[in-house]
Structure formats: C-alpha cells, structure tokens
C-alpha cells in the first residue's frame, strides 16, 4: 500500500505531538518492509526523519491566517490528484471533511479547543468545533491516544464508538532512562547553572497546564521551610499573564527558573537530577512528561483528571489541581520521605516499561492492514 503520513507537527520544533509522529514513523518503517510510506508537511527543514523517508511538500496557501478553511482546501487538493490508498493525518486537521479518493484515518490527541476555548484562538475553536466533526464523520478510522478522548469524542462528537481505536502513546525507552544521577548534574550545572535541587514541570506555558496554581502551590512549600526551587521547562504559549503576575505577587522570580525550550537529548538530564516531577494540568489528551519522568526514575504528582490517572496508573501521587493547598501537601509528602520517593521511582519505572513507541506503530499498522480493499 502506498501511504501519505501529515507530519505538519513536526515542521517547527517538536513538542508532543510532534514527538508522537516522529516515533511512530521511526518505528513504522523499522517494523514494516512491505508497506510505502510518503511524509506530507509544509516546508523544507532538517529533521533527519525527512532525508530518510520519501517526502512531499506542500506549502502554505499565499493568504493571511494558515488556520483558514483555505489551508485545509489546499490540502484537499493537492492530495485528491495522487494516488494513495491510505492518509493518515497524524494531529488534528478538518481537510478530510472533503470527499477523497482513498481511505482515511486521523489521530485525535485531544479535545483541548472544545473543552478549553477560552484558551485558543478563534480559529483553532472553530476548526475543531465546527469543521472537525464533519470531517470525522467522512474518515475510516479515528486513532485516539486514550480512554479519555475516546470518550470526550463520543460525548461531544456523537461518534460510533466502534470507529475509535484507542493506541496508546509511547516513551522512547533507549533515551528516556535511569542515568547516573551524579553525571547528569555536572552537566546541569556546565550548561544550565544548576547546582540545586529542583522540582521539575515540563509544558508549554499557558492557561491548560495550571502553572499559576503550581506557583500557589510552591510558595505554600516554602512556608514549610523547603529549599528547593521550581524549575520549569517549556514555551511561553497563550493567555499566560497570571503565570508570571502569580511569580511577581509572591515574590518569587529567585526561586522559579523558567527554561524555555530545551534540547531533547537534555531533557533526561532534568528528569534524573528533580527530585520530584509534577504535573498540575487540568485536561491531557496523554500526558508524555509524566511518562518520560516515570521512565528516568524521577516521583510523579499529577492531575487526578482527563487521561493522567490512565497513564500514570497507582506509580504516581494523583491530586485535585484546582486545590493547590493539596498540590502543595502531596510534594511536600515526596520531598520529606525518602521511603516514599524510594517506593515512587520503583512503581514508575515497572508502569513505564508498559509503554513502547514500537507496540503504538504495531497497532497503528494493524489498522492500516484493516483497511486494504
């Protein structure tokens, strides 16, 4: 079969679900020889995935605002004149709302813009309140990453639930590891300054990821004398004017470090050196970090919300995130027990190894398969 993969998340730099399509198709063609495979996205980069797979570019239409049904016509168009027996559209896009001339299938990771539209813009709400339904209607076979959306695509799309497959993602289990803890702070400290315990959270910056709870919540922490600072790693993303308003009021710009982006080989860095990860987001489509975190031997406190407690199992701490006086207690309870930390780092690893980017492209194929004429 002849197989167009949208790998348009991988254009800029890869956050989650750039890193989910270039997993899966790393692990696409290690396990199937038999199938050909083109890469679909919008401009020329270095990415390493493209000079190894076939690729076809099709650039941005020439008018104001990519998020336009224009964007998702163009698409349609170019891709209605070649002959595929299968696209797979590997994030969330509305062109299949058109009629086309092969099978389709579409990865959901979340329903953030439908649940949380005060915290897109208009066009990103519209697309996926309005266009996206039509356009799941007209596909073959909808992947979701969990139980969770599986279920908010029903609710809220009034989708057949025999349509959905829920896959899983995955951890990249030769990156993500246990490391000598000693090492990864002398290279901390070379590159970052940080010679410190730390409190680690991973996520773009904005109102979905409850930072301004987290901050609430690390200075309940140091009113009980606790030294270390919190250090977050991510993009300034949208609607993020209480983050840095909530740091300002209480008097913490010292002890919270904001990175920015940081460099995928680094990030195991930080989850061996924290002493403690959390993850305060109010809705996950997956959750990567926590899983990434887990998968180094690093505590996990998370939402008890969305899809968090189906990834992160019993081998994390699950809390309330609109309660950051509970958020507080709960790293407050890891950070002054090293029986607790010892026990934490033990179950995350076991519930860890369950995930594996090679068993997420297994199943993706088996739809794939499901779907020859």
């Given at each position: 079969?002849?197989?167009?993969?949208i790998?348009t998340?991988?254009?800029?730099k890869?956050?989650?679900?750039?890193?989910?399509?270039?997993?899966?198709?790393k692990?696409?063609?290690?396990?199937?020889?038999?199938?050909?495979?083109?890469?679909?996205?919008?401009?020329?980069?270095?990415?390493?995935?493209?000079?190894?797979?076939?690729?076809l570019?099709?650039?941005?239409?020439?008018?104001?605002?990519?998020?336009?049904?224009?964007?998702?016509v163009?698409?349609?168009?170019?891709?209605?004149?070649?002959?595929?027996?299968?696209?797979?559209?590997?994030?969330?896009?509305?062109?299949?709302?058109?009629?086309?001339?092969?099978k389709?299938?579409?990865?959901?990771?979340?329903?953030?813009?439908?649940?949380?539209?005060?915290?897109?813009?208009?066009?990103?709400?519209?697309?996926?309140?309005y266009?996206?339904?039509r356009?799941?209607?007209?596909?073959?076979?909808?992947i979701?990453?969990?139980?969770?959306?599986?279920?908010?695509?029903?609710?809220?799309?009034?989708?057949?639930?025999?349509?959905?497959?829920?896959?899983?993602?995955?951890?990249?289990?030769e990156?993500?590891?246990?490391l000598?803890?000693?090492?990864?702070?002398?290279?901390?400290?070379?590159?970052?300054?940080?010679?410190?315990?730390?409190?680690l959270?991973?996520?773009?910056?904005?109102?979905?990821?409850?930072?301004?709870?987290?901050?609430?919540?690390?200075?309940?922490?140091?009113?009980?004398?606790?030294?270390?600072?919190?250090?977050?790693i991510?993009?300034?993303?949208?609607?993020?004017?209480?983050?840095?308003?909530?740091?300002?009021?209480?008097?913490?710009?010292?002890?919270?470090?904001?990175?920015?982006?940081?460099?995928?080989?680094?990030?195991?860095?930080f989850?061996?050196?924290?002493?403690?990860?959390?993850?305060?987001?109010?809705?996950?489509?997956?959750?990567?970090?926590?899983?990434?975190?887990m998968?180094?031997?690093?505590?996990?406190?998370?939402?008890?919300?969305s899809?968090?407690?189906?990834?992160?199992?019993?081998?994390?701490?699950?809390?309330?995130?609109?309660?950051?006086?509970?958020?507080?207690?709960?790293?407050y309870?890891?950070?002054?027990?090293?029986?607790?930390?010892?026990?934490?780092?033990?179950?995350?690893?076991?519930?860890?190894?369950?995930?594996?980017?090679?068993?997420?492209?297994?199943?993706?194929?088996?739809?794939?398969e499901?779907?020859k004429?």
């Amino acid at each position: 079969m002849k197989i167009g993969l949208i790998t348009t998340a991988m254009d800029e730099k890869k956050a989650g679900i750039g890193w989910y399509c270039y997993n899966l198709i790393k692990n696409l063609r290690e396990i199937d020889k038999g199938n050909e495979y083109i890469l679909i996205h919008r401009y020329k980069n270095d990415d390493p995935i493209y000079k190894e797979n076939k690729e076809l570019i099709i650039p941005y239409p020439k008018i104001p605002m990519k998020k336009t049904i224009g964007d998702n016509v163009q698409i349609a168009f170019k891709l209605r004149k070649l002959k595929f027996d299968i696209v797979h559209e590997l994030a969330h896009s509305a062109f299949f709302m058109f009629d086309l001339p092969f099978k389709k299938v579409i990865t959901i990771h979340d329903l953030t813009p439908v649940l949380f539209p005060q915290t897109f813009d208009r066009f990103t709400v519209f697309i996926h309140k309005y266009l996206l339904p039509r356009a799941l209607e007209k596909v073959n076979r909808i992947i979701t990453v969990s139980e969770n959306t599986k279920a908010d695509i029903v609710k809220y799309f009034g989708i057949s639930e025999e349509k959905i497959e829920v896959i899983h993602n995955g951890v990249d289990h030769e990156h993500f590891k246990k490391l000598d803890r000693g090492g990864c702070y002398r290279k901390l400290k070379i590159k970052y300054g940080i010679d410190f315990k730390f409190i680690l959270s991973v996520g773009t910056i904005e109102p979905r990821k409850n930072y301004t709870n987290l901050v609430k919540a690390f200075y309940e922490l140091k009113k009980r004398k606790i030294y270390h600072k919190l250090v977050i790693i991510g993009k300034t993303g949208w609607k993020y004017e209480s983050f840095y308003d909530a740091i300002e009021k209480l008097r913490l710009k010292k002890d919270v470090l904001l990175l920015g982006y940081v460099p995928y080989e680094d990030l195991p860095l930080f989850y061996n050196c924290a002493e403690v990860f959390v993850y305060p987001s109010l809705y996950e489509g997956f959750g990567l970090p926590p899983l990434e975190a887990m998968a180094c031997g690093c505590p996990v406190v998370v939402s008890n919300c969305s899809s968090l407690p189906e990834v992160v199992g019993d081998a994390g701490i699950l809390v309330d995130p609109y309660d950051h006086k509970k958020l507080a207690e709960s790293l407050y309870e890891v950070l002054s027990d090293e029986g607790l930390r010892k026990h934490l780092t033990l179950k995350g690893l076991r519930r860890a190894k369950k995930f594996s980017w090679k068993e997420t492209a297994k199943k993706t194929l088996k739809v794939y398969e499901g779907l020859k004429s």
